[in-house]
């Protein structure tokens, strides 16, 4: 995490160590390229060689102690010229490096183009170094000021290419030119928002990535982000809480390509080991007619159709399985309001106002929510004191229970005639436009957009320096796998 900066320009290197003292009580070490810093702080921090000039950056914290004694050896050196960044009173911040990934592999793209935009355009430019990073729809990745716009119009620059290592010493990225990264092209990025919805984004596989890379990054980690992407897994976890999800059934696409009998293993509200004919018939007895049919791993109601009949819930099967492998049928609520709830926090999150949403469709489904421009956002929602600290608890329960972090917004089902209420789904990385859901909610509970930006950067930024802190290695008492067999 950048928080001051100095510039050290024609350095006089003659070994692989080096001691500086700036000021009083504040010195910087030099031993195998690992910066050590100790002002009663006790932080390392990475140094940068660029040919004979070291550019220091108080930055990315790797452990939290430090034997200041154990440098009293080093040999001093003496610097020809010292340019400190000054300001009245100390340093001036550095400006910390957001890269904004777009894009992806995911029926979702598009949404993720408009979400990305509005992140971008909020980031504070006195405060963030703004590095958009689109990724296509065949996976290839792309980084430059005008990227964004050229994957608006589907355009992808091919002199824009780049590539992330997943090097945890280098967390950055760097361009891809002619088959070979560019290493003199690097950009550093100190900490990710992931603008991506739907697979390859919001299901941890990026997650899994940028952890690998060690680059800090917003929102739920693996664990949370593909318990969160799969409905399936989601609905599982969550059976425990208080409030339920609706009940369900679900089928592999293979289970509905065999059609047949079969005598394998198969999970509870799985369906498998019969006849199509079977299954839909399971369907109607277990669940009862109307349905939602949906993907299990995709967002913004893509794949998702509402059945009644034998014809309907056939066609509706069909379509899902156009986007994932595994789909989902669920009991429809009737009658329905539709509440959301926006969550921020890691370990101890909060909630914002409840909204409910008035679609303009017979559900809210895609061109209700992107399109048509007539659903309607009632914010605060109308309902009871009662009800809605029970959504609000709700919410937070189901944040904690998939193992979400950073963000999220929880949907909720509430049948106005039983008084019953449902989890529908939770989101980990919502809609993030300046009037989506999410944004709204939290505006309405007194969190600016640009302010909702930078708590999210920093629940970021704590959750890397506590993961950094966690001991990683552990040395055995002998060295027992040295030992041939």
Known sequence: MKNNSVRLARATIVQSIFILTIGTGIELYLQNDLLHFDAQVSTFYFIYLLNQQYRLYFEKP??????????????????????????????????????????????????????????????????????????????????????????????????????????????????????????????????????MHGPYGEDGKLQGLLDYADIPYVGAGVLGSALSMDKVFQKQICSALPVPGTDFLWMYHTDWLEDRQGNRPVL??????????????????????????????????????????????????????????????????????????????????????????????????YDAKYIDNASKLCIPADISPELTAKIQQAAIQTFLCVGAEGMARVDFLYNPGSKELFINEINTIPGFTNISMFSKLWQASGLTYGALLDELIQLALQRAEQTRNLQSSYTPKKDWYREEP
């Open 62 to 195: 790797i452990l939290r102690s430090i034997d200041h004694n154990a440098f009293f050896s080093i040999q001093f050196h003496f610097f020809e010229e010292i340019l400190p960044i000054a300001s009245e009173g100390g340093f001036l911040p550095s400006k910390l490096s957001v890269g904004v990934i777009f894009g992806g592999r995911s029926g979702e793209h598009e949404v993720s183009l408009v979400s990305a935009q509005s992140i971008i355009k909020a980031l504070n430019p006195d405060t963030y170094r703004v590095i958009p990073i689109g990724i296509s729809r065949d996976g290839r990745w792309y980084s430059g000021t005008d990227v964004l716009n050229k994957f608006k119009k589907g355009v992808y620059p091919q002199n824009h290419r780049v590539i992330l290592p997943a090097e945890p010493m280098l967390s950055s990225i760097f361009p891809w030119k002619n088959g070979e990264i560019d290493k003199q092209g690097k950009i550093e990025l100190d900490v990710i928002i992931i603008a």
């Open 268 to 365: 509870e509200k799985q369906l498998g080991n019969s006849s199509r004919k079977e299954m839909i018939e399971k369907i109607f007895q277990v669940l009862k007619s109307p349905f939602f049919v949906k993907p299990s791993n995709l967002g913004s109601s893509v794949g998702i159709s509402k059945a009644y009949d034998y014809h309907t819930l056939s066609d509706a099967i069909e379509a899902a399985f156009r986007f994932d492998h595994k789909i989902i049928i669920e009991k429809a609520v009737h009658p329905v309001r539709e509440f959301e709830v926006s969550i921020l926090g890691n370990a101890h999150p909060r909630a914002s106002v409840v909204g409910e949403v008035i679609p303009s469709n017979e559900f809210y489904d």
